[in-house]
């Protein structure tokens, strides 16, 4: 079974423009997480979607969003980037089931860079 | 609010020598789910064990095993037989039992121990 993926792997942006960022789950899985990995914060939550709706959501400016497809993909966009929103944001997927009880599995990550 | 702590950023062992990762957290629940994670220089985060809390018997996995110790809140990793491909960040992660579907459903992260393998 593939794993979770993410697109693109690396990007560079300048500060003030926005980016998207893809995650497609594990087949099966429809919940997709999103987290934030910094060497200052470490790894922080974004959100959280199943079926389409955003279940749960991080201490984030609005700045950030995301959305969730009919087929479990999800993207996440940054609007008006800023130096401090480079980090490796990560997705995870997992079957949603009792809260917690199930595994998250985690994508290689998008490397973002702001200039 | 939970809080998971990693007092050791860096560690570093031989190779086919046991080494032990500690973690603490604090929450008033008593109902959750700790894992620990190895994110290689890859940087793929990749599930290592997982231990429920109401659960008494340790987590294990091959050469991977936990001391879960619920009333001091602790929850060491132990390596045993360290291979070269063990080295990495080791994060520790908890996430809330409780079954509404708010923020407990995030996992809360230790910002890692570097693990070191020598040859």
């Known amino acids: 079974k593939a794993g979770v993926t993410q697109t693109p792997r690396y990007l560079i942006k300048t500060r003030g423009q926005q980016v998207t960022l893809s995650c497609s789950p594990i087949?099966?899985?429809?919940?997709v997480s999103w987290y934030q990995q910094t060497p200052g914060q470490g790894l922080q939550f974004l959100f959280e979607?199943?079926?389409?709706?955003?279940?749960n959501k991080g201490n984030f400016p609005g700045r950030f969003s995301g959305r969730q497809f009919s087929n479990s993909r999800s993207e996440m966009n940054v609007s008006t980037l800023e130096l401090g929103d480079s980090a490796l944001y990560l997705c995870?997927?997992?079957?949603?089931?009792?809260?917690?009880?199930?595994?998250?599995?985690f994508g290689p990550g998008t490397r973002l860079l702001v200039l | 609010a939970q809080t998971v702590t990693q007092s050791q950023p860096e560690m570093s062992v031989q190779e086919a020598e046991t080494v032990t990762l500690s973690c603490t957290y604090d929450?008033?629940?008593?109902?959750?789910?700790l894992f620990w994670y190895k994110q290689p220089p890859s940087r793929q985060m990749i599930l290592v064990i997982r231990?429920?809390?109401?659960k008494q018997q340790n987590a294990t996995e091959n050469r991977f095993s936990v001391n879960f110790q619920k009333a001091a809140k602790s929850f060491s990793l132990k390596i045993s037989d360290s291979q070269l491909g063990d080295a990495a960040m080791y994060f520790c992660?908890?996430?809330?039992?409780?079954?509404?579907?708010?923020?407990?459903?995030?996992?809360?992260w230790g910002l890692g121990t570097s693990l070191a393998v020598n040859p």
């Open positions: 995870a997927s997992s079957f949603f089931v009792i809260a917690g009880k199930e595994t998250q599995y």
């Open positions: 087949s099966g899985h429809r919940s």
């Open positions: 979607y199943f079926s389409e709706t955003q279940r």
């Open positions: 929450t008033s629940e008593s109902d959750y789910y």
């Open positions: 231990q429920e809390a109401y």
């Open positions: 992660a908890y996430r809330s039992g409780r079954t509404n579907a708010g923020n407990n459903r995030k996992l809360i």
